[in-house]
């Protein structure tokens, strides 16, 4: 018999096909959700916790660009900084263990991705203003929030070696922070409206909110 699936993509080839995959997760969730009829702010939350780990793994081919740390600036905004911690370990331990190899680093990025829905919850007075995202702020945080977290991930190599060690491995990594950066500024153009306006519809529960519009600030 013929194996028709003994076919390979190049690297290339799957990277393409991954990102057609999520633009596609990206409407189908928006659209989706918008149908669900009496969903209250956890099933929101699972929805989105979901999406991030599906966002991971399909965005792996591109090195160090996927959508959970706007993801949970906007959670910490919308639902408060426990949320956003909770929603970390799941998305962490989820994509890790299925899906990207589980090890202390995975400790690293929930304590990395939790500060960063913490910070976002701190701030979202100066974000979310009278129910419109200020999305030139959202961009400021999140591209700092790329670097924080990549460094406090980084971290994770001083459990088997040195200091030195650890300053030459952020000064090779720079370039994937930066990448980090570029993408984050990239999905808040693309989730910030979307996003806010799902978590709003469906109740948030750290504050009542408007429907969010997009300002410039």
């Given at each position: 018999?013929?194996d028709?699936?003994?076919?390979?993509?190049?690297?290339?080839?799957?990277m393409?096909?991954?990102?057609?995959l999520f633009?596609?997760l990206?409407?189908?969730?928006?659209?989706?959700?918008?149908?669900i009829?009496?969903a209250g702010?956890?099933?929101?939350?699972?929805?989105?916790?979901?999406?991030?780990?599906?966002?991971?793994?399909?965005?792996q081919p591109?090195?160090?660009?996927?959508?959970?740390?706007?993801t949970?600036i906007?959670?910490g905004i919308?639902?408060?900084?426990?949320?956003?911690?909770?929603?970390?370990?799941?998305i962490?331990m989820?994509s890790?263990?299925?899906?990207?190899?589980?090890?202390?680093?995975t400790?690293?990025?929930?304590?990395?991705?939790?500060?960063?829905?913490?910070?976002?919850?701190?701030?979202?007075?100066?974000?979310?203003i009278?129910g419109?995202?200020?999305?030139?702020?959202?961009?400021?945080?999140?591209?700092?929030?790329?670097?924080?977290?990549?460094?406090?991930?980084?971290?994770s190599i001083?459990l088997?070696h040195?200091?030195?060690?650890?300053?030459?491995?952020?000064?090779?990594?720079?370039?994937f922070?930066?990448?980090?950066?570029?993408?984050n500024?990239?999905f808040?153009?693309?989730?910030?409206?979307?996003?806010?306006?799902?978590?709003?519809?469906?109740?948030a529960?750290k504050?009542?909110r408007?429907?969010?519009?997009?300002a410039?600030?």
């Amino acid at each position: 018999m013929y194996d028709f699936h003994d076919y390979f993509l190049t690297p290339q080839q799957d990277m393409v096909v991954n990102l057609v995959l999520f633009a596609i997760l990206i409407i189908a969730v928006m659209k989706g959700t918008g149908k669900i009829s009496g969903a209250g702010p956890v099933v929101t939350l699972l929805l989105i916790a979901s999406f991030c780990v599906v966002g991971r793994v399909l965005l792996q081919p591109i090195p160090n660009v996927q959508p959970v740390t706007v993801t949970l600036i906007l959670v910490g905004i919308y639902y408060g900084s426990p949320w956003a911690i909770a929603l970390s370990g799941c998305i962490a331990m989820s994509s890790n263990l299925l899906f990207l190899g589980h090890g202390p680093w995975t400790v690293f990025q929930i304590v990395g991705w939790s500060l960063v829905g913490i910070t976002g919850s701190a701030l979202s007075h100066k974000i979310l203003i009278d129910g419109r995202i200020a999305i030139g702020r959202l961009m400021t945080l999140s591209v700092i929030s790329a670097f924080a977290f990549d460094w406090i991930v980084s971290l994770s190599i001083l459990l088997n070696h040195d200091y030195p060690t650890f300053l030459a491995y952020l000064s090779n990594g720079f370039l994937f922070d930066v990448y980090h950066a570029i993408g984050n500024v990239a999905f808040v153009i693309l989730l910030s409206a979307p996003m806010g306006d799902l978590m709003t519809r469906k109740g948030a529960i750290k504050q009542n909110r408007a429907v969010i519009s997009v300002a410039t600030s």
